[in-house]
Structures are given as structure tokens and as C-alpha cells.
């Protein structure tokens, strides 16, 4: 868990988010060894100890925003599926916004990759996290009889798995949207393997 200070004030949590922002770009682009609290501050344009007002090192800052990102996917995933209707529908606009969401941060990937060697227990918090919330909503779809019944934590990793790698291909190594062959081929891929048997 990080050591940060939540604001009590909004300026106060404007400036944190302009933190947060500054070390997402400068942990992106220049990797997190590369990056320093200096670096960061200038990049926020604030004062270098305003930084240890919210944060305690750079290791504290990377750590609140690995935990910034998962909520904000989460959020985004959340609104951008809750009208979509059954849970085979939600996960073909779940991809689609998911790879939207990787192109508009690019740098997630970056971050995640450099946290597994800086700090695996926020890595891996921020995969059971994701993974735990995705199993309760695929549980239920199981229960509402929308998808074939299984293991729901596995079934989650097995289609965070295809997202990561759609999305690292789709938005790190080429920044451009999937052709629809190939959504398609991942839609029929999902839909044979959740689809309820009838």
C-alpha cells in the first residue's frame, strides 16, 4: 500500500492528480530508474517539497499510481459497458473500450512492466484486483444463465490475458485499432467460450 496523503481540499487533490499525471508521463517515457522526484515536480510544475506533502519517495508515487490506473480502468470499463445488456455483449464493448482506454494511455503498460521489478505485491494487487471484481460480475452472469458455468477466476484471467495482449499489440507496438478480422476472430473466439449450452 502507498504512504500518501490523501488531500483534504480540492486544490490539494488537483495538485496530486497533476503529480500523478507527471509521473505517469515521466515513469512512460523515461522508465521509472530514469525518473526522479526532481523530474516529476518540473513536469507537474510544482515545488519539489510540495511532492513529499503527498508522496514519501518515488517508489510511494509509482506505487498510488498503478492503484490510480486500476481504478480508473475500472470506472471506464464500468460506464462504458453498464448499458450494453447481457454479459456476451458487455464483453465485446469491454474489449472495444479497453483497447481504446490502452491507446489513450500507453504508458500503462510501460508502468505495470516496470512495477512487477519495483514492487510485485502493487503489481499483483493490481491483477487480483481487476480479477476479483471480473470473476463477481462473470459469476453472476453465470447465475443469470447469459454464460456457460465454470470456474469464474479463471475464466477472468483467461480474458484479461487476451485484453493485455490485445491491447499491448494494438496500442504499444502498433497504434492503430484492431482490423475487424481480427475483432471478429476475438468476439467469435469469446462467444464460443462463454456462451451458455442450450
Not at 510540495?50 to 506505487?63: A, V
Not at 447481457?86 to 473500450?97: P, S
Not at 477472468?156 to 476472430?185: C, H, K, R
Amino acid at each position: 500500500m502507498t504512504n500518501s496523503v490523501k488531500p483534504v481540499t480540492p486544490r490539494g487533490e488537483q495538485t496530486r492528480q497533476k503529480l500523478l499525471e507527471a509521473a505517469e508521463l515521466e515513469f512512460g517515457e523515461k522508465g521509472f530508474h530514469a525518473s526522479s522526484v526532481s523530474s516529476i515536480t518540473q513536469q507537474a510544475g510544482v515545488a519539489q517539497g510540495t511532492f513529499y506533502i503527498y508522496y514519501s519517495s518515488k517508489e510511494d508515487i509509482l506505487r498510488a499510481l498503478v492503484d490510480e490506473l486500476n481504478r480508473r480502468l475500472r470506472r471506464s470499463l464500468r460506464e462504458a459497458t453498464e448499458t450494453s445488456g447481457d454479459r456476451l455483449r458487455m464483453e465485446k464493448r469491454g474489449i472495444e473500450h479497453f483497447l481504446e482506454f490502452a491507446r489513450e494511455h500507453k504508458n500503462l503498460y510501460r508502468i505495470m512492466m516496470q512495477c512487477l521489478f519495483v514492487d510485485e505485491a502493487a503489481y499483483r494487487r493490481y491483477y487480483e484486483t481487476l480479477t476479483n471484481v471480473y470473476a463477481k460480475r462473470l459469476k453472476d452472469a453465470q447465475e443469470a444463465g447469459e454464460i456457460k458455468r465454470g470456474d469464474p477466476m479463471a475464466q477472468a484471467w483467461a480474458l484479461i490475458g487476451l485484453n493485455y495482449f490485445l491491447g499491448l499489440n494494438y496500442s504499444v507496438w502498433n497504434d492503430a485499432p484492431p482490423p475487424q478480422e481480427v475483432m471478429e476472430t476475438v468476439l467469435d473466439f469469446i462467444n464460443h467460450g462463454l456462451a451458455p449450452e442450450r
